[in-house]
């Protein structure tokens, strides 16, 4: 796991020994200076979370020291209005808190986002409750045994560690931090806007240059955020399925951004990254964060009763039964209006990877970054790093010189 990463830091260690006696040639400098414009690798829900549980500072340790260039927690609120890094507000899949009895009269149905979801809130817990919580591996197929292990960290303490491992790494490492149904915390008044704000504020990361991006599934609290805040803004945009011959299905919930549902405004996701739309998101957001298959999407390779065939006749039907489509033209357009273009989420399984990626992961990323994408919202960081370091190599010739003669080669998010 990661040799490059640690063959890389071993190098930097002894070059920094000889520094003075071999500065870094023109070549190497130039490679170094392409490396910090290559695609970020953004550790979605920590960057380990292929590996650990999400949303744990574990989970974000181990991303950053796979590579990860910024660290994501997604953020709910508490009902004492501290925020906490957690996929849901829901806490009943990525927590312990179905078998704590203290907490079992906590168990309610919650209507989110139009959708009756039943189990534990993170709005019905105080921090210090929360802070007796451990979190759990959500994704079923991926390693359990570090269940029940780790707290639930605060924003705050996300950060602290984003700055500590700064320092120790001598890398500037940032946070990506998603306002997660901002309308539904809105409504039980715990809004996180300002409480983010405030948070950023204390960590002196509330302005333009700060290792920062916001991002948002809705659009009315990100033109909120950008009339309080210059940090940059990322426009989420989500759909629900990709149909067999590639183009996207927006059942709902997951049709338009929930603040649409509330204003009663017309649309579906797929609106905002038409010329159009991306013009609209570039009047509050630095960039768009779209689902893959905005960008590069993926078509059965037969089609049996309106749906997917098993193709590879491995039993069951999934990505693999699939097959790259060419790339659509929604980051040409965003590159256009000078929009960033990250996408997510680059999983490693086999099952999540379309068939003409050979089972090979890095070859996912080889395609979005050769398309053009900024950057990658990855589980799996290492192996977003190793893929980033091989399509460097694959366009310039002086990056071999920079991995070899010791110099720094990965981003430094300055
Ligand atoms: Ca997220
Ligand atoms: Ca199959």
Redesign the pocket.
């Known amino acids: 796991m990661n040799h490059l990463k640690k063959i890389c830091t071993a190098m930097l260690g002894l070059g920094m020994l000889f520094v003075a006696a071999t500065p870094a040639t023109a070549h190497e400098e130039r490679a170094r200076r392409r490396a910090d414009n290559a695609p970020l690798v953004i550790g ?2 920590g960057g380990a979370n292929g590996y650990l549980p999400e949303h744990t500072l574990e989970a974000y340790a181990l991303g950053i020291s796979l590579g990860a260039d910024y660290i ?1 927690p ?1 953020l709910v609120a508490t009902k004492d209005g501290h925020l906490i890094a957690r ?1 849901e507000p829901n806490l009943i899949d990525t927590t312990n808190v179905k078998d704590l009895p203290q907490f079992a009269n906590r168990r309610r149905t919650v209507v989110l986002d139009g959708v009756p979801t039943e189990g534990f809130f993170a709005s019905d817990f105080t921090l210090a409750e929360i802070k007796q919580l451990r979190a759990v591996q959500s994704f079923p197929e991926r390693d359990q045994s570090f269940n029940g292990r780790f707290q639930i960290p605060t924003l705050a303490e996300v950060i602290d560690l984003a700055k500590r491992k700064s320092r120790e790494e001598g890398r500037r490492i940032g946070i ?1 931090p ?1 306002t ?1 149904h901002p309308t539904y915390h809105q409504a039980i008044g715990l809004p996180l806007e300002d409480r983010l704000l405030a948070v950023l504020s204390a960590a002196g990361w509330n302005q333009r240059n700060a290792p920062v991006f916001i ?1 948002s599934f809705e659009t009315a609290n990100l033109r909120y955020l950008r009339s309080k805040t210059s940090v940059r803004l990322i426009q ?1 945009v989500d759909a629900n399925d990709v149909k067999p011959d590639g183009s996207l299905d927006f059942s709902k919930p997951y049709d338009k951004p929930y603040d649409w549902v509330v204003s009663n405004r017309d649309g579906q996701f797929k609106d905002l990254v038409t010329p159009r739309g991306l013009q609209e998101v570039r009047g509050y957001a630095d960039g768009i964060g779209p689902w893959k298959p905005y960008l590069i999407s993926s078509a059965c390779k037969s089609v049996q009763n309106g749906a997917c065939a098993d193709v590879t006749g491995d039993g069951v039907v999934d990505d693999r039964d699939r097959v790259l489509l060419p790339p659509t033209d929604v980051i040409a357009n965003a590159h256009r209006l000078g929009l960033l273009v990250h996408p ?2 680059f999983r490693s399984e086999q099952k999540r990877l379309t068939g003409s990626f050979g089972g090979n992961p890095v070859n996912e990323y080889l395609a979005f970054y050769e398309a053009g994408v900024d950057g990658v ?1 990855s589980d799996f960081a290492d192996t977003a790093v190793a893929a980033r370091a091989m399509f460097l190599l694959k366009h310039d010739p002086d990056y071999a010189g920079c991995l070899v003669n010791s110099r720094k080669c990965e981003r430094n998010n300055d």
Do not use: I
């Open positions: 979605h829900r994501e997604d996929h990506y998603e997660k991002q989420l997510y989420t919202f």
